[in-house]
């Protein structure tokens, strides 16, 4: 069936991941530890964190989980913030991470606009980073919907975020691809029952996403050359 709206994860997807978040999750820990060697240590064994390769293994909560799961689990190391306390914390530090666009963002969106698609964002990330990151990639005004795990539709894999998409844009999920580099945009996109794109610019590869997805492609830039297949 045709597609007249494309949704998209936004960490591993619109974003490179490893080149966004490894060395920022490096910072944070520190800052969390507070100089606590053995509390770094167990913190970044929480988030599967790799402390001598400052990157994230395949494994790790932060991949596809939310930003409340995140602080759920860092939270009993953390002497002075509680879990929402620490939610809001990484939130906000998120959303001045240094960004590593997939592609060409402005460009590649719209291109994408300009074929008539309706294109929006759901991150299980919280919704003021998502903004925020959209906003100082140039992009922001590219998407119909903007969606965090704590705007008030859930988070994935759960389906209801992608059909709060559905709804705000007057698209069926059946004509909707939902677009991402984890086993949770995949599963929430079949439940949805949308079309589900892959691509490689997470944590996850081929062999897992395969299975999942209609396609899979290297990165968002192929989705074009896709639609026209």
Known sequence: MPIEALLFDKDGTLFDFAATWNGWAAAVLDRLSGGNAQRLQMMAAEISYDLDRKAFNPDSLVIAGS???VAAVLAPFVDDMDA???AD????SAAAAELAPAVPLAAFLDGLRTRGLVLGVMT???EVS?????RRAGVLDRFAFV???DSGHGAKPDPAPLLA???ATGVAPERTAMVGDSLH???AGAAAGMQRIGVLTGMALQAELAPHADVVLPDIGHIPAWLDR
């Open 67 to 69: 930003n409340d799961e």
């Open 84 to 86: 929402a306390a620490l």
């Open 89 to 92: 914390y990484l939130a906000e």
């Open 124 to 126: 299980n990330d919280a």
């Open 130 to 134: 998502a903004v925020s990151q959209l």
């Open 147 to 149: 969606a965090g795990c």
């Open 165 to 167: 998409f559905c709804a």
């Open 185 to 187: 945009d995949l599963a």
